[in-house]
Each structure stands twice: as C-alpha cells, then as structure tokens.
C-alpha cells in the first residue's frame, strides 16, 4: 500500500507550517514549499524532532516554470494545499501596478498555477483546498485591498475546479481564516490583540493549528461528501 503525499505551499511558518506539520502526523509525506531552503528550515527541523516525512520542495509558485518542473517531478500528489500569499502594507490610494502584480501574481496566479500542475498528478480521491481570508467577504478592513480581492479570487477559483473535477472524483474546497496569531496579522498601536478579541464573538485570536485541523479533516475520507465549499474558520466574526 503506498503512502500519501501532501504537498503544503508557503509552508515556512505559520498557518502553512502548522497545516504540515497536522498533515505529516497523519502520515502523510510531505513536501513542505517555500522560495528557499532557508525559509522553510524551521518546519523541517520540526518535522524531524517528532519523526515526521517532511520534504523540502523549493520553488517561487509565482514562476509557473519552477511550479511546474517541482510538481512534476514527484510520483503522485493526495492532496495540495495552497497556502502561499503576500500583502501589502499600503492605504488604497497609494497603491501601485507593482503591488498589485506582486499579490495577484502569488496568491491568485500562483494557486492556479499549482492546481494546475497537480493535477497531472492526481487520480480519482484527491483533494485541493485553497486557503482564502474572510477578508474575502468583508473586503478586507484589516488588509490592503490586493490581498481582500486576491482572495474574492481564490473563493471564485475554488467553486470553478470543484464544478470541473468533481466527475473526475477531485474534491477542491477553501478554508478561510478569520483572525489568526500569526505575522500576517497587522498588530500595531491601535489595533492590538486584546482589540480583535473584542470583535471576535469567540473571544479570542485563531491559532494556526485551528486551520490545520480542518484542512486535515477536508483532505480525510470523513469529507468525502464536501466539495466547493468555503469554509469559515474565524470564531463567529463572520456568521452565514
């Protein structure tokens, strides 16, 4: 019986580290992604203290030609989860060309990019579950307007390929976090932790293992059922 492979974009820290390192317990092998060794060092050296199969896959999902010669070159692909993305840090006014080609080119450009080349490596009961943001439907308060509405697109891709590969037997959803602890997430003198905890009805800040358990939960056979679905992860900020 062979084993399974996960491959986790953007798999250096944070949500993405934690989606590997949820996936790797579950036996699965994993090819943990990043633009460079270096980024990706910490979840490896995790990975190995709990005698985990966690891989290097080096490449820039935003350069479809490293996309392609990385995925290809594996044997088979379970389950692919995109998780890579950039933001800006910019008022919508002083926004410019270079910042929007730098989101759209990672978080939407490169997600389709993965899927496509994953797919020439998937059969029958794999799975793709793209990470959005509830900046999707809020329009992003909290972020720069290129990533809210790179993750509008990300919902819209979800839906297109689970309508396409469903008859193939291909599952693809989209987990969309709410507020997570994580560097992503713009803290400063005005907008501190305690401040999110007063507007999460929860009562707390996300972990990024919150998103990793459901991630494990959509790529299982216990999902089987659930295809183009987006998946609120964000304790009640956004309900409906």
């Known amino acids: 019986m062979k084993g399974k492979i996960a491959v986790v ?8 580290q934690a989606i590997a390192l949820e996936l790797a317990a579950n036996r699965y092998t994993v090819y943990a992604n990043a633009r460079s060794e270096d ?11 709990m005698n985990y199969e966690i891989r290097p896959l080096i490449f820039d999902v935003s350069i479809e030609e490293e996309v392609k010669n990385k995925i290809l070159s594996l044997p088979y692909i379970d389950c692919i989860i995109n998780n890579a993305a950039v933001g800006v840090d910019k008022e919508f006014r002083e926004l410019t060309e270079s910042d929007w080609d730098k989101v759209f080119n990672t978080n939407v450009k490169g997600c389709y990019y993965c899927v496509k080349y994953a797919l020439e490596k998937m059969t029958t009961g794999s ?22 509405a790179s993750k509008g697109a990300i919902n819209s891709m979800t839906i297109f390929f689970a309508r396409k590969l469903a008859p193939k037997g291909i599952r693809v959803n989209a987990v969309s976090p709410g507020f997570v602890d994580t560097r992503m997430l713009i803290l400063n003198d005005k907008i501190t932790k305690d401040y999110y905890k007063t507007i999460i009805p929860i009562g707390k800040l996300g972990i990024p293992q919150d998103i990793a358990y459901c991630v494990s939960f959509l790529v299982s056979e216990k999902a089987s059922y659930i295809t183009g679905q987006i998946i609120e992860v964000n304790g009640g900020d956004i309900m409906g």
Do not use: R
Not at 9 to 16: F, H, K, N, Q, R
Not at 39 to 48: A, L, Q, R, V
């Open 9 to 16: 974009t953007g798999a250096g820290t944070g949500i993405g």
């Open 39 to 49: 980024k990706i060092k910490e979840t490896i050296e995790k990975g190995k203290e």
């Open 127 to 148: 799975s793709i579950i793209n990470i959005s943001s509830g900046a999707a439907k809020t329009g992003g308060d909290f972020v720069s307007l290129p990533y809210s």
